[in-house]
């Protein structure tokens, strides 16, 4: 099942992806609108959409809603750095004994097709392309046998990058987490649908030009081992959202530089999930408080 959420005559909601067309959720009146609890709902809410679906009815044409990312507002957003040989190669250091990870702020996220905006204090705007997973229950230790029971589904994950701005702090938060810098989307692959998520071809292109080429069986810790590291320390909880690492091509290690521009579009493609796609912009002058 592909989960999305959008909006559709001012009313946001989650649906079910099928073809060109979202299931829409409202047709249950008993289903959560919002991603995060619609994934507490757990197994009840899942068989309550499959039954949408297969009734046929309360369809909506993609083309005709606004997509968000499929978490809009994720309780917790947390991606591992350094987690592919060939990216550890092109920076210089070593391989971590453990996995390191490191928080974007939430409110960084936004969805396929909202752009990314180039910020007016740094030009050194750099992509990555990833593999996140969410998180579809509250757990905490657990055992790796069992870390695939917790995952709610897969998705795709631009970790933008400031790079000055990165290297200024050891936690890198500030440099990722920009407003705008988390595009995830376009949907929520439930597991069911991806064979194995160790064995994905991931792919990045600004404009046409392809920079980054590879394949999630590369990864040194994979997405079961994070979850059993990770909840040794934490609680993790329903939409939580996990990145996995980035492979080689980033735009820092190019020569010259290959750091993203206005007017450029990143497009990141992970087999057996879809398309995330940006376009880049100048950060906007308007100042917004509320």
């Not at 989650?14 to 619609?38: N, R, Y």
């Not at 990555?128 to 229950?137: C, K, N, P, T, Y």
């Not at 987490?177 to 929520?188: A, K, Q, R």
Request: charged share 20%; with cysteine.
């Amino acid at each position: 099942m592909k989960l999305i959420t959008f909006t559709h005559n001012r009313q946001t909601r989650i649906g079910a992806v099928v073809g060109d067309e979202i299931v829409d959720g409202f047709g249950d009146s008993a289903l959560p609108s919002l991603m995060i609890d619609f994934l507490s709902a757990g197994e009840s809410a899942l068989e309550a959409l499959q039954k949408l679906i297969d009734a046929g009815t309360h369809r909506l044409p993609v083309a005709e809603v606004k997509v968000h990312a499929p978490v809009p507002r994720p309780g917790k957003y947390l991606a591992i750095s350094l987690n592919y040989a060939e990216h550890i190669e092109e920076t210089g250091k070593e391989k971590p004994e453990y996995p390191t990870f490191f928080n974007k702020q939430t409110t960084c996220v936004i969805g396929s097709g909202e752009p990314i905006h180039r910020p007016k204090v740094s030009e050194k705007l750099d992509y990555e392309g990833e593999l996140a997973f969410v998180i579809g229950q509250r757990c905490r230790h657990v055992p790796l046998e069992q870390a695939h029971q917790v995952i709610a589904g897969f998705t795709i994950a631009n970790d933008v990058s400031v790079r000055d701005w990165q290297a200024r702090s050891p936690t890198m938060t500030l440099g990722k987490s920009f407003d705008t810098h988390g595009p995830l989307g376009p949907w929520l692959v439930t597991p069911d649908e991806i064979i194995d998520p160790h064995n994905l071809t991931i792919k990045t292109w600004v404009n046409d030009e392809l920079r980054q080429n590879s394949n999630t069986r590369h990864m040194i810790f994979n997405c079961y081992q994070m979850i059993a590291y990770l909840s040794q320390v934490m609680t993790l909880e329903p939409g939580d959202v996990i990145a996995t690492g980035t492979p080689s091509g980033v735009g820092v290690k190019m020569k010259p530089r290959g750091y993203l521009k206005p007017g450029q579009t990143v497009r990141i493609e992970i087999e057996g999930i879809g398309e995330l796609c940006n376009s880049v912009v100048e950060e906007p002058n308007a100042i917004e408080c509320r």
